[in-house]
């Protein structure tokens, strides 16, 4: 566990990054998108990667992993605008969305450890393709809960499954080889 706990920070640590930067570049327009609007962005990714795996070949010169992390950071820009108010401001220091950011990555790392715990780390003997099916599950509930106004009966909620989103996206880009194994 200790070894996924390591794999996972270095995985979000890339992604952190990518996201900083975007800020430090474009700012903070991603507040001006409501949930759903979010919600079809990682599904668009989701899609794309699926559609790559199942082709074989791709005609734009971005590769899954590319999409992976694209999921993971618009995930927590889901975790951090489901926390924001109206009254919140649409433009936030880098050094605050830098926070957020370590806040929400955090709490789906513990999520991650104790869900890993149970499951016995059973995602290493996955399929990249199978999570992408998962992750992909996971966005088509979101958007059944979005679509009965957050509304449910025995399930999750939104954000749980936005963490999940996470969390498997983080361990096809582990199993992706993006990051250097470390000794077992």
Same mark, same amino acid.
């Given at each position: 566990m200790q070894q996924t706990a390591q794999e996972y920070k270095e995985v979000i640590a890339t992604c952190k990054k990518v996201f900083i930067d975007k800020t430090i570049d474009y700012g903070t327009a991603w507040r001006i998108l409501r949930l759903p609007s979010i919600t079809d962005q990682i599904l668009i990714k989701a899609q794309r990667i699926r559609s790559i795996q199942e082709k074989g070949k791709m005609l734009v010169e971005e590769d899954i992993t590319s999409e992976f992390k694209g999921i993971i950071n618009y995930s927590i820009i889901a975790?951090?605008?489901?926390?924001?108010?109206?009254?919140?401001?649409?433009?936030?220091?880098?050094?605050?969305?830098?926070?957020?950011?370590?806040?929400?990555?955090?709490?789906?790392?513990?999520?991650?450890?104790?869900?890993?715990?149970? *499951?016995?780390? !059973?995602?290493?003997?996955?399929?990249?393709?199978?999570?992408?099916?998962?992750?992909?599950?996971?966005?088509?509930?979101?958007?059944?809960?979005?679509?009965?106004?957050?509304?449910?009966?025995?399930?999750?909620?939104?954000? !749980?499954?936005?963490?999940?989103?996470?969390? *498997?996206?983080?361990?096809?880009?582990?199993?992706?080889?993006?990051?250097?194994?470390?000794a077992r």
């Open positions: 975790l951090i605008q489901m926390e924001m108010t109206e009254n919140d401001p649409m433009e936030l220091d880098p050094k605050r969305v830098a926070e957020l950011y370590d806040k929400h990555a955090t709490q789906t790392l513990e999520l991650l450890l104790k869900k890993n715990h149970d *499951y016995g780390e !059973a995602w290493r003997e996955m399929r990249i393709s199978s999570i992408t099916d998962i992750i992909l599950m996971k966005l088509f509930r979101v958007k059944q809960i979005e679509d009965n106004l957050g509304k449910t009966l025995i399930s999750e909620g939104i954000d !749980a499954n936005y963490q999940d989103i996470i969390n *498997y996206s983080v361990f096809c880009l582990i199993k992706s080889g993006i990051i250097k194994p470390l």
